[in-house]
């Protein structure tokens, strides 16, 4: 393992030249879409066609980044660039004066640079703006159904079979599962299971232990005892079942086969992995268990390995850029270590990478900064959201703490601050701290912001109310913003390097993703 992965993108995963390739193409993909009438059914014919001369792969990595499109992934490139620009952090450029100092551009991700990049189109059966259930069962199985259904068509009773489940039973390839979020969680279990809710957790634990894949690693189960808590454990029956049951750094460095349950040592929020900004170079990483993965699946007939970035998706639902960027970096560093094998494997592999769905409606500018954006004032935030409500909006609200005792950590933990030198982005302006005084009363004292409904929860959502105003100021201040708390109808990049690659470009379903791995692959 490498103990000493860094907290952001490892160096090996930038590079500072590139371009991410154009996501069109006069192909048929592009055609069979455009074309549809609004009630048209889709049809793969077209979108699965793919050159006689693909060589199909023996080893498949298929990253999925929960929430994740070309928002998430530009941002980050773009963060990355100004962090390393020089002349970046000591002037800005404007357009009203056409002064300031000339900007080099973002450091383009390394799944920025593959030779392949198509786009997907995510609505499902009942929404534009789709869920995790339903857009990883196009993926997965190729068919399109309800929001919050897991590989089941619309009336809950046809199940589908899974790409995982093919590659295992047809031709006998080992298969892994790692995500930083639940491994019941809904895209994790949309390569196994088959629910019609996909709050139905113990039932998909229940098939989880009955896959029989080789890897499964990241977070922890949710609801493992069932919702009244009076069933058999998951783990107890996933042990019975055979596998090994880890729950240790140490017992993981030494698996070397499975079948086995990887799950983290160091579980934060709901039982999933600790966002990538609270991380210690002690902990895990999303890297690791896929280093881990690659040592358990490693065979001659090949293998299958679907890596979740879950916690991009949970960050951008609570509109943290700074926690949304550092772990679009963490699932890059993952994807570096499937690079890495695929050098050793060069004309036998195939790596995807692409998301489910786009969250929160992230965008680049804000129309308190014009033009400009300062990304490198997100480096201030220390902690996650998540992590700043556990440890700290917790204790604020036990010992009812005064308002400059909560002022005093933002400025340790975000940067944000009453007093500063002229010219310092990071003060807080008088409407910034009425903003954050009337959070604080709501989340400490339970005081109203407004007395609309709806202006609260415009201003909130579901989220403590001082935590979510501290990241919204600190996102706004850098010039990103979003649009919501919930997912929305934005395409999905589909990134694909190695054997087979040339088929995933294009503009095309996501239900496509799953029918030119089936033909490419050989299974029915």
């Known amino acids: 393992m490498n103990w000493n992965r860094p ?71 773009d963060y990355l660039g100004a962090l390393a620009d020089e002349d970046y952090l000591n002037a800005q450029p404007s357009l009203d004066d056409n002064m300031g100092a000339k ?49 089941m068509d619309e009336t809950g009773t046809v199940a589908y079979e899974t ?76 042990e ?14 030494k698996v070397t086969s499975g079948p086995v349950i ?23 990483s999303l890297a690791d268990y896929v280093e881990k993965g690659i040592e358990v699946l490693d065979n001659d007939k090949g293998f299958f390995m679907m890596c979740e970035g879950g916690k991009v998706d949970w960050a951008c639902h ?9 772990d679009t970096m963490a699932l890059a560093d993952a994807v570096q270590v499937a690079i890495d094998f695929a050098k050793e494997h060069a004309d036998e592999t195939l790596i995807l990478v692409t998301g489910d769905h786009e969250t929160g409606g992230l965008t680049i500018g804000f129309a308190g900064t014009d033009y400009d954006t300062y990304l490198t004032l997100l480096n201030s935030q220390k902690i996650s959201y998540a992590k700043y409500d556990s440890d700290y909006v917790a204790a604020y609200k036990e010992k009812k703490a005064s308002f400059e005792t909560v002022l005093a950590d933002i400025e340790t933990l975000f940067g944000l601050k009453t007093q500063g030198k002229e010219g310092d982005k990071l003060v807080l302006t008088e409407y910034e701290q009425s903003q954050l005084k ?45 649009t919501s708390y919930s997912h929305t109808g934005l395409p999905v990049p589909v990134l694909a390097e190695g054997a087979g690659a040339e088929v995933f470009n294009g503009y095309y379903d996501n239900t ?13």
Not at 450 to 473: D, F, K, M, N, W
Not at 512 to 522: R, T, V
């Open 7 to 77: 907290l952001a993108v490892s160096l090996a995963a930038l590079t500072l030249c590139g371009s991410l390739a154009a996501c069109s193409g006069g192909t048929a993909d592009n055609a069979q879409t455009s074309a549809l009438p609004a009630a048209a059914p889709v049809s793969l014919s077209a979108a699965s066609a793919q050159p006689a001369q693909t060589k199909a792969p023996k080893y498949v990595f298929l990253f999925i980044g929960d929430g994740m499109s070309y928002p998430q992934i530009q941002s980050t490139a």
């Open 262 to 284: 990887l799950i983290d040592e160091n579980l934060a929020d709901s039982s999933a992995m600790a966002y990538e900004l609270d991380r210690t170079d002690a902990m895990w």
């Open 103 to 151: 900007l080099d551009g973002p450091s383009y991700l390394n799944f920025m640079n593959f030779e392949t990049a198509g786009s997907a189109v995510t609505f499902d059966s009942n929404s534009f703006a789709p869920d995790s259930a339903s857009t990883a069962t196009s993926i997965s199985t190729g068919h399109k159904t309800y929001s919050g259904t897991i590989n």
């Open 240 to 253: 019975k079942a055979g596998y090994n049951v880890v729950t240790t750094q140490a017992e993981a460095e």
């Open 438 to 482: 009337a959070a604080y009363e709501k989340s400490i004292n339970g005081t109203a912001a407004s007395q609309y409904e709806q202006a609260e929860y415009v201003l909130y959502g579901t989220y403590e109310p001082l935590t979510v105003t501290i990241t919204h100021i600190l996102n706004n201040k850098s010039g990103v913003s979003f």
């Open 163 to 238: 790409i995982s489940e093919k590659l295992k039973d047809q031709l006998g390839w080992k298969i892994g599962v790692v995500s930083s979020v639940n491994l019941n969680h809904a895209t994790p279990a949309a390569f196994y299971a088959h629910q019609q809710s996909r709050g139905s957790y113990y039932e998909i634990g229940l098939e989880l232990v009955d896959s029989g894949f080789e890897y499964f690693a990241g977070g922890g189960l949710l609801k493992p005892t069932g919702s009244d808590k009076n069933k058999e454990s998951l783990y107890d029956l996933a």
């Open 512 to 524: 496509a993703i799953f029918s030119k791995l089936a033909e490419m692959l050989g299974v029915k």
């Open 318 to 326: 609570a509109n943290d850029a700074a926690s949304t960027i550092n």
